[in-house]
T-cell receptor, first 114, second 113 residues
Framework: TQLLEQSPQFLSIQEGENLTVYCNSS?????LQWYRQEPGEGPVLLVT?????EVKKLKRLTFQFGDARKDSSLHITAAQPGDTGLYLC??????????????FGAGTRLAVHP | DAGVIQSPRHEVTEMGQEVTLRCKPI?????LFWYRQTMMRGLELLIY????????DSGMPEDRFSAKMPNASFSTLKIQPSEPRDSAVYFC???????????FGEGSWLTVV
């Protein structure tokens, strides 16, 4: 059974700081997705990465996929209070289920204080 | 456009009572998912449907849980009888025929006392 470990579990920072959160898998990712879940809401997809070494940018967020496709990082530059939430990584768990059987990590809970 | 719609948003019920959670997926989506989120176990897939047909229910914890999808625009997740350990946030999500984006509803917060 694949295990996804996310670190740190909790992160509390001030507005304007930079941060990086990590996702590591016990086996090679089929493809990896990052989600953000705001309090009281459902998760929202941020990005999908498929190729080892891939880097994607979404405004102040930079996503990196490890060369061996067993780890990923999410870097946020100049964090803002609106970045507050639970950041989840998920594996698509190919080929058995396509994107229909996502396996989620426990998440990193980020709080950005004004 | 309306997203995935779930009801009720919050429910508090007594142990032993039947609980029914409802979901309306995004129009045109053909895959529907039920997830459960708890602090201890995180976000877990319970069951998913393709074209209204249950494909994989291996995540359903036990026979007290059942899910139906009578048509493309409606699904239910039922717990009978409910137990305190069923307290969690239950999310419904849907996905279109192409692409890899799953859209989650706002969740149903269930408390069983």
């Amino acid at each position: 059974t694949q295990l996804l470990e996310q670190s740190p579990q909790f992160l509390s920072i001030q507005e304007g700081e930079n941060l990086t959160v990590y996702c590591n898998s016990s086996s090679v990712f089929s493809s990896l997705q990052w989600y953000r879940q705001e309090p009281g809401e459902g998760p929202v997809l941020l990005v999908t990465v498929v190729t080892g070494g891939e880097v994607k940018k979404l405004k102040r967020l930079t996503f990196q996929f490890g060369d061996a496709r067993k780890d990923s990082s999410l870097h946020i530059t100049a964090a803002q209070p609106g970045d507050t939430g639970l950041y989840l990584c998920a594996d698509s768990n190919h080929p058995s289920g396509g994107y229909n059987k996502l396996i989620f990590g426990a998440g990193t809970r980020l709080a950005v204080h004004p | 456009d309306a997203g995935v719609i779930q009801s009720p948003r919050h429910e508090v019920t007594e142990m032993g009572q039947e609980v029914t959670l409802r979901c309306k997926p995004i129009s045109g989506h053909n895959s529907l998912f039920w997830y459960r989120q708890t602090m201890m176990r995180g976000l877990e897939l319970l069951i998913y449907f393709n074209n209204n047909v249950p494909i994989d229910d291996s995540g359903m914890p036990e026979d007290r849980f059942s899910a139906k999808m009578p048509n493309a625009s409606f699904s239910t997740l039922k717990i009978q009888p409910s137990e305190p350990r069923d307290s969690a946030v239950y999310f419904c999500a849907s996905k279109g025929r192409s692409g890899n984006t799953i859209y989650f509803g706002e969740g149903s917060w269930l408390t069983v006392v």
